[in-house]
């Protein structure tokens, strides 16, 4: 049988725990939540290299702070059109984030909801935030690989959990920084907070990238398919199609080895494919969706099984790590990771993933240490 690994004791939330009270726990009291996106704009690269996100909420009434750049603005959009949040949009470049939502809130007329839409350059605004979504870092470009981006991107994300925890100190830590895994070992080792309030989004996107191939694959609806990926976020990432199913048919039983090895090999490569066919960044609509899933499992607390790049203590085998595995995500970050049981060849896959993680956790730390010198 597969294992529950829980991170913390369930125990009753007193009235000063502002950052883990969940609306559908107890309706009459305040759940504050927040994302914070603080792009920096350097005109050399022409690029936004810094970005955190911020919301915070009074039950179903949240207010987010979220970078104005592609992943924001979206991830912007898909919260208020589906009516889960009041949004604010922080940026240090004056008037983006306010035209964006003042584009946003115009959009809002017509897509018939009334979340408020709020632009700003002031990070006091962000004070109090309780869960903070940081993708802070220089996207790829065609070429490079995510750990070509560790050099630039570890100092990045340094800067920003410091700050994000000095503003929210309760904070549940959501990282899509690449390399994902990597970053998400470095904001943890900088923030010091525990372990089950920071997590890595990467899984549930490398999940849906699966379903969309085998739903494309197979002519079905994408809402009749699950997938399962475990591991890095990277070339080395683990899908799993034992665990992978149509309407519960395992799609081992309806594809052969052979395409379901071309629809794995696609999936590895989904992230470079798009950055490949755009040349001057990434994929923003998918991750965004994937961040608004993780933030509503554990806004709403419903406690949804997802993969999430998680800190294991033991899990697989494997302990100070931060790895993508299937996680109950709920109002207090990740409440437990599903231990399932592996293959020989597939827990040796998982191994490779974790090796190359601690590599770039290596690097990432001789970088800090180095720029600390300085």
């Known amino acids: 049988m597969p294992k529950i690994n829980r991170l913390f004791h369930r125990n009753p939330v007193s009235p000063g725990e502002a950052g883990f009270r969940c609306a559908s726990h107890q309706p009459t009291l305040e759940s504050w939540v927040s994302l914070r996106f603080t792009p920096t704009y350097i005109p050399a690269l022409h690029t936004n290299l810094q970005w955190e996100v911020g919301f915070r909420c009074a039950s179903h009434n949240l207010q987010w702070y979220i970078g104005a750049g592609k992943v924001g603005g979206t991830l ?33 007329s017509v897509e018939g909801h009334d979340r408020k839409i ?8 962000t004070a109090g935030s309780d869960v903070v979504v940081i993708t802070a870092g220089r996207p790829r470009t065609p070429g ?14 340094a800067r920003a959990v410091t700050n994000a925890i000095a503003s929210s100190p309760n904070a549940v830590i959501i990282i899509v920084t690449n390399p994902l895994d990597v970053m998400t070992y470095i904001a943890w080792q900088v923030s010091q907070i525990e372990p089950f309030r920071i997590m890595g989004m990467a899984g549930v996107l490398d999940s849906a990238r699966f ?24 070339d080395l990432m683990v899908p799993l199609p034992r665990y992978s199913t149509v309407n519960g048919i395992p799609i081992t039983e309806l594809m052969d080895t052979e395409t379901i090895n071309r629809l794995i090999a696609r999936t590895r490569n989904g992230g470079a494919e798009i950055v490949g066919l755009l040349k001057t960044g990434g994929a ?3 991750p965004a969706s994937s961040v608004r899933t993780m933030v509503e499992s554990i806004l709403l607390n419903r406690r949804r099984l997802l993969p999430t790049s998680a800190y294991l203590k033991g899990e697989y085998g494997m302990k100070d790590i931060f790895l993508g595995v299937p996680c109950w995500l709920g109002c207090r970050g990740v409440e437990a990771v599903l231990e399932l049981n592996l293959t020989d060849n597939e827990r040796e896959a998982l191994n490779s993933c974790a090796q190359s993680v601690r590599e770039g956790i290596e690097k990432a730390d001789a970088v800090l240490a180095a720029t600390a010198a300085v």
């Open 76 to 108: 912007a959009q898909r919260i208020a059109e589906s009516n889960v949040a009041h949004v604010v949009l922080l940026d240090v470049v004056e008037g983006l984030p306010q035209g964006v939502a003042l584009d946003l809130m115009q959009a809002g």
């Open 118 to 125: 709020l632009g700003t350059n002031d990070y006091a605004d």
């Open 144 to 157: 490079m690989n995510r750990n070509d981006l560790i050099e630039t991107n570890a100092p990045i994300v």
């Open 211 to 234: 379903q969309a191939f085998i739903a494309t694959e197979l002519n079905v609806s994408v809402a009749d398919v699950n997938a399962t990926v475990m591991g890095s976020h990277g």
């Open 284 to 286: 923003y609509y998918a």
